[in-house]
């Protein structure tokens, strides 16, 4: 199946600092690509989606100027975390998917705010 | 709105046992359904799906039949190895394809040799 790679696998920062997570699809061309969010215990949550060359699309309560994505790309899209607090302490996710419409997913980042 | 509700777990069980994890799902219209597969380390992978009422998706000796009269999806294996430990999510599609899945909170599965 299509490969999909997230950069760093585990990221630890200060408070008040920003992270960039990178995803990229390996072998084939994402041209919508997706942030989850996971919580100890509980169901990956979406964040938003891109796609290549346009706007992220939020979901209801995420905030974007708080969790800033890009996705420059058919290849790669970052979410940056801006301000970072210890509540944004999480298990992020990102996935994509090319013309099939299938998601594959990304091993995920391990993201803790001290 | 949507919702997906799967069995908590952990589930623990010996080699060759029968496994069945529930699912059951809140949707409007008419959903495709999923289960991911996350091996230690490794991102979600598709185990298997189902795009209407009364198929049955399987892949890898597991199976699951989209129930509509009950909103159940509920997974499958007559005979479990140890390979088969890992998390298992169930997830809900309503746009026809894999686009804004909604999914479980996943179960943890241990199978002991």
């Known amino acids: 199946g299509a490969v999909v790679s997230q950069h760093p696998s585990w990221v630890i920062c200060k408070s008040g600092t920003s992270v960039k997570i990178e995803c990229r699809s390996l072998?084939?061309?994402?041209?919508?690509m997706f942030w989850y969010r996971q919580f100890p215990k509980q169901s990956l949550m979406l964040m938003a989606t891109?796609?290549?060359?346009?706007?992220?699309?939020?979901e209801q309560g995420v905030e974007k100027d708080k969790f800033l994505i890009n996705h420059a790309s058919l290849t790669l899209s970052t979410l940056t975390v801006t301000s970072a607090h210890p509540e944004d302490s999480s298990f992020y996710i990102c996935?994509?998917?090319?013309?099939?419409?299938?998601?594959?997913f990304g091993p995920g980042t391990r993201l803790t705010v001290l | 709105g949507n919702s997906v509700t799967q069995m908590e777990g952990p589930v623990t069980l010996s080699e060759e046992a029968f496994l069945t994890i529930n699912c059951t799902y809140t949707?409007?219209?008419?959903?495709?359904l999923f289960w991911y597969v996350q091996y230690p380390g490794e991102g979600l992978q598709l185990l298997l799906k189902?795009?209407?009422?009364?198929d049955k998706g399987s892949n890898k000796g597991f199976e699951a039949t989209y129930r509509k009269e009950t909103t159940s999806f509920h997974l499958e294996k007559g005979s479990v190895q140890v390979s088969d430990s890992a998390v298992y999510f169930c997830?809900?599609?309503?746009?026809?394809?894999?686009?804004?899945?909604?999914f479980g909170k996943g179960t943890k599965l241990t199978v002991n040799p």
């Open positions: 996935s994509a998917s090319g013309l099939a419409n299938e998601q594959f």
């Open positions: 072998d084939f061309q994402a041209t919508t």
């Open positions: 891109s796609n290549e060359g346009s706007k992220a699309t939020y």
């Open positions: 949707a409007t219209g008419y959903p495709s």
């Open positions: 189902a795009t209407k009422a009364d």
């Open positions: 997830a809900l599609a309503t746009q026809g394809g894999s686009e804004k899945l909604v």
